[in-house]
């Protein structure tokens, strides 16, 4: 499975961005996709993820803002981002969780808000 993020870029606070997650290889075998993130001097963290079955779970930082969704035909997991504040600048990860443990991840895509 290989995992190609995109979508990043500068927004002022207020303003919204798309990201989307391409995956390609032996996508039958992911069990999830998750979007992490990490900011200057902090730790990587989970800002939303969607199973193989549709469920999607979101950080209580980004509830009610950020939005995950699939769509199958194209292999692409998408996080709208609306309402973004300076805090949600980071650099954002795709991740693809597949069987026996094994975590995929794509390059990261700058995110950064402007107050």
């Known amino acids: 499975v290989q995992l190609q993020a995109s979508g990043g870029g500068l927004v002022q606070a207020g303003g919204s961005l798309r990201l989307s997650c391409v995956a390609s290889?032996?996508?039958?075998?992911?069990?999830?996709i998750n979007w992490y993130r990490q900011a200057p001097g902090k730790r990587r963290e989970l800002v939303a993820a969607?199973?193989?079955?549709?469920?999607?779970k979101y950080a209580d930082s980004v509830k009610g803002r950020f939005t995950i969704s699939r769509d199958n035909a194209e292999n692409t997991v998408y996080l709208q981002m609306n309402s973004l504040k300076p805090e949600d600048t980071a650099v954002y990860y795709c991740?693809?969780?597949?069987?026996?443990?094994?975590?995929?991840w794509g390059k990261g895509t700058l995110v950064t808000v402007s107050s």
């Open positions: 969607v199973s193989s079955g549709g469920s999607t």
């Open positions: 290889g032996s996508i039958f075998e992911i069990n999830s």
């Open positions: 991740n693809a969780e597949l069987p026996f443990g094994v975590d995929v």
